[in-house]
């Protein structure tokens, strides 16, 4: 026993000192058979009597969530948290178990308590939401293993029972579900040589993770969600005979996400559906996520605290009040909008993006004064998103640094005022076209930027087209032909011009430029004579609705001709850059680089048309000004010192 005023009354007697707990392995649960007698002095109040009654170990206090129906066991994860709490390597093992919502942390952690606690004497299961939950549990836990303690005030008591725990010799695990906030666990941190922690939690702080190894729950594997939605649903009566078909694929419309997948299963039993007709209710955007998954949480039969929306919702609240305070949610609205699979940090980061989180603050949306957001707090909110598992952000994947979970994109877009939408949409995609690099070194990011927008243009029908043409939407255009899919841009600006042209009209600018690039990219696909008469039919509608001298309607001309040259019209070609040279000198100059570029291809069209010398005397004459407008190192002035050897190879001369 210990003596008289130590702090948590007794300890266990000698004899079970010696049960073999060394290295710190549980004893065998055959012999704790002792009885324990809390009796310290001073542990009990005024006028009482202390209690004698013996403490019957093992002790439990506290209740985990019932076993979800059709549990997976997922192995890798157990073995891994098995692992963690058998490596001791400080004085406790204190495991974070972090995640997203609904990806069963709990649950694990459920299992894991259970296993344990059949070697520990005393198994404590906190529900950690808040400090006060936490002191309450500890007090109660005081209170079950010291009877004498008598009433008290439940901070005494919980300091008094974190004391115990850091000095006996008796095995004890504690489970800290869904921890909220680490600070508030501030000295209320277990700790002792025999003990073992897990910590279920959201939060990915450092501070977590100062305090144990960190297990990242994801998403079911594919075969998991399988095995689960057949053991679900086949032990269900009342269902069609094919309920099971299309399991597989719903599985994969939510994301392999635990929580969705026992809510999805939940509806198809009561409804008395099949996976497919779920799916088709799923794939429905009419509907909300609150008509899709169940509202109360017990209908899925599985122990679950909060709603799929609520428990996002919920993290996106605390997520906002970490400083920088605010940016969190507006930041998380700009994600949900973005591709899943991974945005740009740079996207996130860059001045279109921080000049919507200014607006949001200022809009009184969020608290804040509207001031400009620098990029280091743009991050930060990032971040912040990542600590509460709102999103995950893996700086080291510069192309798809953020990813964030279907549903929970969804989820986040539902309570979004359908009026800001558009703006969240354009904000979006301006700060693609901000990330977006001149020339495309990486192709990854190119890619990724090309999908991203790909995910705007689903999010709302017109918010890309109103008051005008994205240009983000030309950009990813362009990108394709620049990557070499020259003819997926050719196709993508086919579909481009026929939407400008139904949403804006046929005579609207960006129709126009539209079937330019249309034009263009069709040719660079191969097809010279359907873009030279694409450009024809075009330059007709450029001089009907800009007139002659427009540049649009110059550079139609300009790449006329080159297509007819291409085709293999050189004549036709050459006549059509001397005819364009005329005008061009007109309205530029003699010194424009425009004007230069076509006596540039008037020269060339002349040669391929067969007079070399010609061609070749031109050049001459060009090259003169290139070096005297742009420099003897200027890239024109060297292909055109290149085109004149050349001609004048060909002339003989």
Same mark, same amino acid.
């Given at each position: 026993?210990?003596?008289?005023?130590?702090?948590?009354?007794?300890?266990?007697?000698?004899?079970?000192?010696?049960?073999?707990?060394?290295?710190?392995?549980?004893?065998?649960?055959?012999?704790?058979?002792?009885?324990?007698?809390?009796?310290?002095?001073?542990?009990?109040?005024?006028?009482?009597?202390?209690?004698?009654?013996?403490?019957?170990?093992?002790?439990?206090?506290?209740?985990?969530?019932?076993?979800?129906?059709?549990?997976?066991?997922?192995?890798?994860?157990?073995?891994?948290?098995?692992?963690?709490?058998?490596?001791?390597?400080?004085?406790?093992?204190?495991?974070?178990?972090?995640?997203?919502?609904?990806?069963?942390?709990?649950?694990?952690?459920?299992?894991?308590?259970?296993?344990?606690?059949?070697?520990?004497?005393?198994?404590?299961?906190?529900?950690?939401?808040?400090?006060?939950?936490?002191?309450?549990?500890?007090?109660?836990?005081?209170?079950?293993?010291?009877?004498?303690?008598?009433?008290?005030?439940?901070?005494?008591?919980?300091?008094?029972?974190?004391?115990?725990?850091?000095?006996?010799?008796?095995?004890?695990?504690?489970?800290?579900?869904?921890?909220?906030?680490?600070?508030?666990?501030?000295?209320?941190?277990?700790?002792?040589?025999?003990?073992?922690?897990?910590?279920?939690?959201?939060?990915?702080?450092?501070?977590?993770? =100062?305090?144990?190894?960190?297990?990242?729950?994801?998403?079911?594997?594919?075969?998991?969600?399988?095995?689960?939605?057949? +053991?679900?649903?086949?032990?269900?009566?009342?269902?069609?005979?094919? $309920?099971?078909?299309?399991?597989?694929?719903?599985?994969?419309?939510?994301?392999?996400?635990?929580?969705?997948?026992?809510? =999805?299963?939940?509806?198809?039993?009561?409804?008395?559906?099949?996976?497919?007709?779920?799916?088709?209710?799923?794939?429905?955007?009419?509907?909300? /996520?609150?008509?899709?998954?169940?509202?109360?949480?017990?209908?899925?039969?599985?122990?679950?605290?909060?709603? /799929?929306?609520?428990?996002?919702?919920?993290?996106?609240?605390?997520?906002?009040?970490?400083?920088?305070?605010?940016?969190?949610?507006?930041?998380?609205?700009?994600?949900?909008?973005?591709?899943?699979?991974?945005?740009? +940090?740079?996207?996130?980061?860059?001045?279109?993006?921080?000049?919507?989180?200014?607006?949001?603050?200022?809009?009184?949306?969020?608290?804040?004064?509207?001031?400009?957001?620098?990029?280091?707090?743009?991050?930060?909110?990032?971040?912040?998103?990542?600590?509460?598992?709102?999103?995950?952000?893996?700086?080291?994947?510069?192309?798809?640094?953020?990813?964030?979970?279907?549903?929970?994109?969804?989820?986040?877009?539902?309570?979004?005022?359908?009026?800001?939408?558009?703006?969240?949409?354009?904000? =979006?995609?301006?700060?693609?076209?901000?990330?977006?690099?001149?020339?495309?070194?990486?192709?990854?990011?190119?890619?990724?930027?090309?999908?991203?927008?790909?995910?705007?243009?689903?999010?709302?029908?017109?918010?890309?087209?109103?008051?005008?043409?994205?240009?983000?939407?030309?950009?990813?255009?362009?990108?394709?032909?620049?990557?070499? /899919?020259?003819?997926?841009?050719?196709?993508?600006?086919?579909? /481009?011009?026929?939407?400008?042209?139904?949403?804006?009209?046929?005579?609207?600018?960006?129709?126009?430029?539209?079937?330019?690039?249309?034009?263009?990219?069709?040719?660079?696909?191969?097809?010279?004579?359907?873009?030279?008469?694409?450009?024809?039919?075009?330059?007709?509608?450029?001089?009907?609705?800009?007139?002659?001298?427009?540049?649009?309607?110059?550079?139609?001309?300009?790449?006329?001709?080159?297509?007819?040259?291409?085709?293999?019209?050189?004549?036709?070609?050459?006549? =059509?850059?001397?005819?364009?040279?005329?005008?061009?000198?007109?309205?530029?100059?003699?010194?424009?680089?425009?004007?230069?570029?076509?006596?540039?291809?008037?020269?060339?069209?002349?040669?391929?048309?067969?007079?070399?010398?010609?061609?070749?005397? $031109?050049?001459?004459?060009?090259?003169?000004?290139?070096?005297?407008?742009?420099?003897?190192?200027?890239?024109?002035?060297?292909?055109?010192?290149?085109?004149?050897?050349?001609?004048?190879?060909?002339?003989?001369?």
């Amino acid at each position: 026993m210990t003596a008289p005023g130590q702090p948590g009354g007794g300890d266990i007697p000698a004899t079970v000192d010696a049960r073999g707990l060394q290295g710190g392995q549980f004893g065998d649960r055959n012999e704790m058979h002792n009885h324990y007698y809390a009796a310290g002095p001073g542990q009990h109040g005024p006028g009482q009597q202390p209690d004698q009654r013996p403490v019957e170990w093992p002790v439990v206090v506290g209740r985990p969530p019932l076993r979800a129906d059709a549990y997976q066991e997922r192995p890798a994860l157990r073995d891994a948290l098995a692992a963690a709490l058998a490596e001791r390597r400080t004085a406790v093992v204190t495991q974070v178990v972090a995640g997203d919502g609904g990806r069963g942390k709990t649950q694990l952690a459920a299992a894991a308590f259970e296993r344990t606690r059949a070697a520990a004497e005393l198994a404590v299961w906190v529900t950690a939401a808040s400090r006060p939950a936490v002191v309450s549990a500890y007090a109660e836990a005081y209170a079950a293993t010291h009877p004498a303690a008598g009433p008290g005030d439940a901070g005494q008591h919980a300091e008094r029972f974190l004391t115990w725990l850091s000095a006996t010799a008796r095995p004890w695990v504690v489970v800290l579900d869904d921890v909220a906030d680490p600070a508030d666990l501030a000295g209320l941190w277990p700790a002792g040589p025999t003990g073992q922690v897990i910590v279920t939690t959201r939060r990915r702080d450092a501070a977590m993770r =100062a305090r144990g190894t960190v297990i990242d729950v994801g998403v079911f594997l594919p075969a998991e969600s399988l095995a689960y939605l057949t +053991e679900k649903l086949g032990a269900a009566s009342g269902l069609p005979a094919d $309920a099971l078909a299309g399991a597989a694929e719903l599985a994969e419309d939510l994301g392999q996400l635990p929580l969705a997948l026992s809510h =999805a299963a939940a509806v198809i039993v009561n409804d008395g559906i099949g996976c497919a007709e779920y799916r088709d209710r799923l794939a429905d955007r009419t509907r909300t /996520l609150a008509e899709i998954f169940p509202g109360d949480p017990g209908v899925a039969g599985d122990d679950y605290a909060h709603t /799929l929306a609520g428990a996002w919702s919920l993290a996106r609240d605390r997520a906002n009040t970490l400083p920088p305070d605010g940016l969190a949610g507006a930041m998380l609205d700009i994600i949900a909008v973005l591709d899943p699979n991974g945005i740009p +940090e740079t996207a996130l980061t860059s001045a279109a993006a921080r000049s919507w989180l200014a607006t949001r603050l200022a809009a009184g949306d969020e608290p804040g004064t509207g001031a400009e957001v620098p990029a280091e707090d743009a991050r930060r909110a990032v971040r912040n998103l990542h600590r509460l598992s709102l999103v995950n952000h893996d700086p080291a994947t510069t192309a798809r640094a953020i990813r964030m979970h279907a549903l929970a994109q969804r989820a986040t877009l539902e309570q979004l005022n359908p009026a800001t939408l558009p703006a969240v949409i354009r904000a =979006a995609a301006d700060a693609l076209l901000q990330a977006w690099p001149d020339i495309e070194a990486d192709t990854t990011l190119g890619q990724t930027l090309r999908t991203n927008t790909t995910a705007l243009t689903g999010r709302h029908d017109a918010a890309l087209w109103e008051p005008d043409a994205h240009p983000v939407l030309s950009r990813h255009g362009r990108s394709l032909g620049e990557a070499g /899919l020259v003819a997926d841009a050719a196709s993508y600006f086919t579909s /481009l011009a026929r939407n400008a042209a139904q949403i804006l009209g046929p005579d609207h600018p960006h129709t126009l430029d539209t079937r330019g690039n249309l034009a263009y990219w069709r040719g660079e696909a191969g097809d010279a004579a359907g873009a030279a008469v694409a450009c024809e039919v075009l330059l007709a509608d450029y001089l009907r609705v800009l007139g002659p001298d427009h540049p649009h309607t110059l550079t139609t001309r300009h790449n006329l001709a080159r297509w007819r040259g291409q085709a293999g019209d050189a004549a036709g070609a050459a006549a =059509a850059c001397e005819a364009l040279l005329a005008d061009r000198l007109r309205v530029l100059g003699p010194d424009h680089p425009d004007t230069l570029t076509t006596r540039h291809n008037l020269a060339w069209w002349r040669g391929v048309a067969g007079d070399a010398a010609g061609a070749a005397a $031109a050049c001459e004459a060009l090259l003169a000004d290139d070096l005297r407008v742009l420099g003897p190192d200027h890239p024109d002035t060297l292909s055109t010192r290149n085109n004149l050897a050349h001609w004048q190879q060909q002339a003989g001369s």
